[in-house]
T-cell receptor, first 115, second 113 residues
Framework: AQSVTQLDSQVPVFEEAPVELRCNYS??????LFWYVQYPNQGLQLLLK??????LVKGINGFEAEFNKSQTSFHLRKPSVHISDTAEYFC?????????????FGKGTLLTVNP | GAGVSQSPSNKVTEKGKDVELRCDPI?????LYWYRQSLGQGLEFLIY????????KSGLPSDRFSAERTGGSVSTLTIQRTQQEDSAVYLC???????????FGPGTRLTVT
């Protein structure tokens, strides 16, 4: 079984400030890791993913995340946020092996960027 | 190109009625997934189809829920005898065979009164 913990349910920040959204996971097997963003009344959009290789992954909209296997973490960062980054962010995990690709999601972090 | 589409976008139904939710995946995607998003439970996996293989139904919460995928493309999620706790946003996603990137539809918001 796998689980994902997003430590902060809400993160308020000011525009142009840096932000880090925390994600920890638990799994008995190797995993792939994902961050998705959900804007109000929309579906989920993939921000970035870690499959293998470099542990620092860059995604869309200036976001990046670092996979830390020893700490079982995959924190999302952005050096300078914009008002338009206001959304809910979900961390997700799935098995890296096998043929079942279902995702296990965290509860989400609501990022609110204030002017 | 066209993304994943879902219909209807909103559905209000009375308790005890049956509902059908439709998902049109991205053309050529062999894998299709249903998830449910609710305030109390977050995002939960419901069911997964991959090509002609038997679906993984391990996430379906009760036998009132069922899903089928016809011709390896369109999928329908059916909820029988709806209950108020079924109220949620039902999200469909599709991916290529490798499953490394799932593309989500806009969801169907189901309200059971």
């Amino acid at each position: 079984a796998q689980s994902v913990t997003q430590l902060d349910s809400q993160v308020p920040v000011f525009e142009e400030a840096p932000v880090e959204l925390r994600c920890n996971y638990s799994s008995s097997v190797s995993v792939y890791l994902f961050w998705y963003v959900q804007y109000p009344n929309q579906g989920l959009q993939l921000l970035l993913k870690y499959l293998s290789g470099s542990t620092l992954v860059k995604g869309i909209n200036g976001f990046e995340a670092e996979f830390n296997k020893s700490q079982t973490s995959f924190h999302l960062r952005k050096p300078s946020v914009h008002i338009s980054d206001t959304a809910e962010y979900f961390c997700a995990v799935r098995n890296s092996g096998g043929s079942n690709y279902k995702l296990t999601f965290g509860k989400g972090t609501l990022l609110t960027v204030n002017p | 190109g066209a993304g994943v589409s879902q219909s209807p976008s909103n559905k209000v139904t009375e308790k005890g009625k049956d509902v059908e939710l439709r998902c049109d995946p991205i053309s050529g995607h062999t894998a299709l997934y249903w998830y449910r998003q609710s305030l109390g439970q977050g995002l939960e996996f419901l069911i997964y189809f991959q090509g002609n293989s038997a679906p993984d139904k391990s996430g379906l919460p009760s036998d009132r829920f069922s899903a089928e995928r016809t011709g390896g493309s369109v999928s329908t999620l059916t909820i029988q005898r709806t209950q108020q706790e079924d109220s949620a946003v039902y999200l469909c996603a599709s991916s290529s065979y490798t499953g490394n990137e799932q593309y989500f539809g806009p969801g169907t918001r189901l309200t059971v009164t």
